[in-house]
């Protein structure tokens, strides 16, 4: 289960989205044949409806697609977000592991889709995950640097490169 990623609340979003586009995508089917039989009986006003229709799917069309690559970048966030030790990540470096530019990144993370996380805060540069009781102070045992390391993570020190772990 992801600390960072609500699946069931989105699972639950994105089903209703579908049902709705599937309910629309019937009515525009319908308003499509309609308009047809209009053309063929010569009802020429029926070409205007059907233009319409025609720029209504597709607009329908465009914005699946873009819902579901909305999806594909929020779930390579998620996967990276699990995998962070320290709980910190700047938008730079996040932009490096996913190949998703700087500004798309920040328009996800801060913009519509923000409500897709949660247990996340931005800050200026970076992104905070998790909440302070997730993270703890852990004393290297070569030099004597203190980390903040996620709890049951473990990690290298940043000051000389050693294994982090528990006594």
Excluded at 31 to 46: Q, T
Excluded at 53 to 71: D, P, T, Y
Excluded at 96 to 101: F, Q, R, S, V
Aim: proline content about 2%; charged content about 25%; aromatic content about 4%.
């Amino acid at each position: 289960m992801s600390r960072f990623y609500d699946a069931k609340k989105n699972k639950d979003r994105n089903s209703t989205l579908t049902g709705l586009m599937i309910v629309s995508g019937v009515i525009l089917a319908i308003l499509v044949i309609i308009g047809a039989i209009g053309v063929s009986e010569g009802e020429p006003h029926m070409v205007v409806v059907a233009v319409i229709v025609g720029l209504i799917a597709l607009a329908e069309l465009i914005s699946m697609i873009w819902i579901r690559k909305v999806l594909e970048r929020v779930t390579r966030y998620e996967m990276i977000f699990e995998e962070d030790h320290d709980g910190v990540i700047t938008f730079a470096r996040l932009s490096e592991l996913t190949g998703i530019p700087e500004d798309r990144i920040r328009k996800d993370m801060t913009g519509p889709q923000k409500h897709r996380f949660s247990n996340v805060r931005i800050e200026a540069d970076k992104i905070i995950l998790g909440t302070e009781d997730e993270l703890e102070d852990i004393i290297c045992p070569t030099c004597g640097a203190t980390n903040r390391v996620r709890v049951g993570s473990s990690d290298k020190c940043n000051n000389c490169g050693s294994y982090l772990r528990r006594a």
